[in-house]
Each structure stands twice: as C-alpha cells, then as structure tokens.
C-alpha cells in the first residue's frame, strides 16, 4: 500500500512524500486517516526534532509521520484482532500512549500519524485499548476528540468539598459559575461547550484581551443559543478595565465556582483565586513555555475560603471515550471549533505558520487538493468558485459552522490529491 504523508526527519524539516507501508501483521490494522486536526503540539516537534522527548534520536534516518488528532476507517484487520475490529469501521487514535520511552503516533512511529492518507496502527496502539472506535457521522469532529479530550479531563480534575461533612465531589459544580479566562482560543472554545454540553453549568464568563477573538468566540458559541438551555453565556473583554475583578465578581453573583486559566500568564493566575467563591477550584490549564513561572495567590483564602488549585494536561482513552459519546449524541458541536479546512499539500505551510497562532482548529483532510480555507472566506471563494459557493450555503444554514453535510460535500466534490 502507497501512501502520501508528510515526514519528520528533523528540526525544522518536514516532506510531503509518498512511500510505500509495510505489510500489517496479524496482531496490526490499516486504516485510511481521511482527517487531522493541526496541533499547536506537532509544531512544537517540528521546531525542535530529535531534542523533542517524544521524537526519537534517528528520525533523520527513520523519519516519523507527524499528526495526531486523526479520524478515519478501518481498511484492512490482522487476524489476531478480527474479532474486535472490522473494516468499514470508522476510528480514533488516542496519542497518549504513555509508554515509558515517551514514545507516542505522531511523533515517534514511521508508518502512523495524521498527515497521511494511510497508517498501519502498531501492536502496542490497539494492546493499550488507543486504537477507539466511533460511530459519529463526521470525521473532522472524530480529529477534535483527542483537544476536546484534554478538555474533559480539565474538567474532571475540578473538585469540590462540603466543609460541614468534608466529602468531596469530582468534577464541576452541578448548575455552578465557570469562567473561563483568555479563553477566546479554540481550547477556550472546547471548554465552552463541555461547560454546556457535559458540566451542566448555569454561567459560563469567557474573558480575553483581543476583541477579534472573543467575537470570533461568541460566533462560534452563540449566547443566544445558550440561553435557551439555560446558560448565562458571556464573552467579556478585560482590556482596559479599571476593576475587572469587581466586574467578574459582581456578574457572577460574589464569585466563580470552577475557574479555568487558559492563558500562561501569572496575572491570571492570580487574578483566578480573586474570582473564586468559597470551595472555588481553579484549573491551571495553559501550559507555560519555561520551567520556572512563578505565580501568587493569597494563602489566607486557601485556608479559611478552601479555595482549591489544580492543573491538568492531556487526556486518557476514557476522555477520548466520553468525548465520542457527547459528539454522537450532539450535546456539544464540534464545529464550533473549526476554522480552517486544508488538504495535504498545504499542511507543512500551516504548520509552520503556527508560529504566530490564527483562527481555531485547523482540518486536514488528506487525500484532497484544497489550500487552507478560512470557513469565513467560503462565501467570498464562492464568487468565483462553484464549489465554495455551495459549502458557503451549507455553513450558513448551520449558523456558520463547519458541519456534517459541508463535510460530505467537501469529500465527494473537492479535487482529490
């Protein structure tokens, strides 16, 4: 089987390439990866190579298939493991494989990534239950599984104790105030719609700095919309504000139940513990880019107002699992991510244009032809475009969101790789 991916062979060094994969063996499947989801962490291994502790010291030699948020269909299955999988059926990757070497797809495996039209998914993938199946009717939000995963499992980490009996509770207050602050990314996004969809909460206060992407946001996650299920819903820019702590606390009736910190900013941080109400939990959820960020909160809280501090990073198969579950059942829409679509040929350009970050979640699908798309634009393309003009169409009677019907268009009438 003759595959096109793009390879890492080391730092800064990417190529589209076609080769041709190994034979699976009997404990192995084949799939088709119809769709990626860029990540701003396969960026961080192509900026770094081999010092990256996930990509191994011979890529140069042996070079990995990058991508990991992948979404496709089983072609062929190994006879060892006929009886769980079965081709046709549409699956996820869950990248963490947490192995002692660090060794994950996407950075470390030659033949399984997401910038390829075909993977051979390895032994230790399917052994360490990684390899997920899904039965949503779209691909592009199967590739959003594995960032809204690491979301889930932010808001797992939440707790919460009654300090009259001092039991604890996992998870987000039931019908509480979440904020969501330098949340206007398209984690912040993520978060908004578990925070609906899964939490269940009653407030939901999205801060930012940058007008353009809170009222990107508010696009994507409509107060309107959230209203009609019950949730205050409000994207707040702090830039320039006077007393923005007051503000918070006063909208959110004395203050936050969960706060999120999206951004690696101290500022931030302490600006969560401020906002919190009594049994506050906060979860530092941005990932700072050195190793010694300090940052305060007033301890007398901690103490006497239990308020409580946590951080999360990544997610496990269960997330993946639970993620899948609330797509299927359309508690949370996935497109509300979606802000760019792109074909192979025009992911190496993208990924490196992610040294200065634009727009949400970028879709690759893999075997087409497209340069990279902004789903804003399709109705300008769409004047000199056939095809752009009908996905223009289709997104606006989805409120402007990418969405199942645009996708199955996309595949059936874009020029194929």
């Known amino acids: 089987m003759k595959t096109k991916a793009i390879r890492l062979y080391g730092a800064g060094d990417i190529r589209l390439e076609e080769f041709t994969l190994p034979e699976i063996t009997e404990d192995e499947v084949l799939i088709r990866v119809v769709s990626d989801s860029v990540c701003a962490?396969?960026?961080?291994?192509?900026k770094q190579g081999p010092a990256h502790k996930r990509v191994p010291e011979?890529?140069?030699?042996?070079?990995?298939?990058?991508?990991?948020?992948?979404?496709?269909?089983?072609?062929?299955?190994?006879?060892?493991?006929?009886?769980d999988w079965k081709a046709g059926q549409k699956v996820v990757i869950q990248p963490a494989l947490k192995l002692p070497t660090g060794y994950d797809p996407g950075y470390s495996y030659p033949y399984i990534g997401g910038n390829t039209?075909?993977?051979?998914?390895?032994?230790?993938?399917?052994?360490?239950?990684?390899?997920?199946?899904?039965?949503?009717?779209?691909?592009?939000?199967?590739?959003?599984?594995?960032?809204l995963g690491c979301c889930i499992r932010?808001?797992?980490?939440?707790?919460?104790?009654?300090?009259?009996?001092?039991?604890?509770?996992?998870?987000?207050?039931?019908?509480?105030?979440?904020?969501?602050?330098?949340?206007?990314?398209?984690?912040?996004?993520?978060?908004?719609?578990?925070?609906?969809?899964?939490a269940g909460a009653s407030q939901v206060v999205v801060t930012d700095i940058d007008q353009a992407r809170l009222d990107y946001a508010a696009r994507m996650c409509n107060p309107e919309e959230a209203a009609k299920k019950g949730v205050d819903l409000r994207f707040i820019n702090t830039s320039g504000m006077e007393e923005p702590?007051?503000?918070l606390r006063e909208i959110?009736?004395?203050?936050?139940?969960?706060?999120?910190?999206?951004?690696?900013?101290?500022?931030?941080?302490?600006?969560?513990?401020?906002?919190?109400?009594?049994?506050?939990?906060?979860?530092?959820?941005?990932?700072?880019?050195?190793h010694?960020?300090?940052?305060?909160?007033?301890?007398?809280?901690?103490?006497?107002?239990?308020?409580?501090?946590?951080?999360?990073?990544?997610?496990?198969?269960?997330?993946?699992?639970?993620?899948?579950?609330?797509?299927?059942?359309?508690?949370?829409?996935a497109g509300a991510l979606v802000s760019h679509i792109l074909g192979l040929k025009a992911a190496p350009e993208t990924l490196f244009a992610m040294e200065k970050p634009s727009g949400a979640k970028k879709v690759c699908y893999n075997d087409l032809d497209i340069p990279l798309i902004a789903i804003a634009d399709l109705e300008k393309l769409g004047k000199t475009d056939a095809?752009?003009?009908?996905?223009?169409?289709?997104?606006?009677?989805?409120?402007?969101?990418?969405?199942?019907?645009?996708?199955?268009?996309?595949?059936?009438?874009?020029?194929r790789l």
């Open 245 to 247: 702590v007051a503000y």
């Open 58 to 83: 011979n890529v140069a030699e042996n070079p990995v298939i990058i991508g990991h948020e992948m979404c496709g269909e089983i072609i062929q299955v190994g006879e060892n493991v006929s009886n």
């Open 41 to 46: 962490s396969t960026y961080k291994a192509i």
């Open 292 to 333: 010694d960020m300090p940052g305060s909160l007033n301890l007398y809280r901690v103490h006497y107002d239990g308020i409580h501090v946590v951080g999360t990073a990544g997610s496990i198969s269960e997330d993946m699992t639970d993620v899948l579950e609330l797509i299927a059942e359309k508690r949370i829409n």
């Open 117 to 147: 039209q075909y993977a051979v998914v390895p032994k230790i993938v399917i052994e360490r239950g990684c390899l997920l199946p899904y039965e949503g009717d779209s691909y592009f939000a199967g590739s959003l599984a594995e960032a």
């Open 252 to 290: 959110s009736g004395g203050g936050f139940d969960d706060v999120f910190v999206m951004a690696p900013v101290p500022a931030l941080f302490s600006m969560s513990e401020k906002i919190c109400d009594e049994d506050g939990c906060i979860n530092f959820f941005a990932g700072p880019p050195i």
């Open 154 to 198: 932010g808001f797992k980490g939440l707790y919460h104790t009654d300090y009259t009996t001092y039991i604890r509770t996992d998870g987000a207050k039931k019908k509480g105030r979440i904020a969501i602050l330098g949340g206007a990314g398209p984690m912040g996004i993520a978060c908004v719609e578990l925070a609906i969809g899964y």
């Open 387 to 415: 095809m752009y003009a009908k996905l223009a169409e289709i997104v606006k009677a989805h409120d402007g969101l990418w969405c199942v019907e645009a996708e199955k268009y996309l595949l059936e009438h874009a020029p």
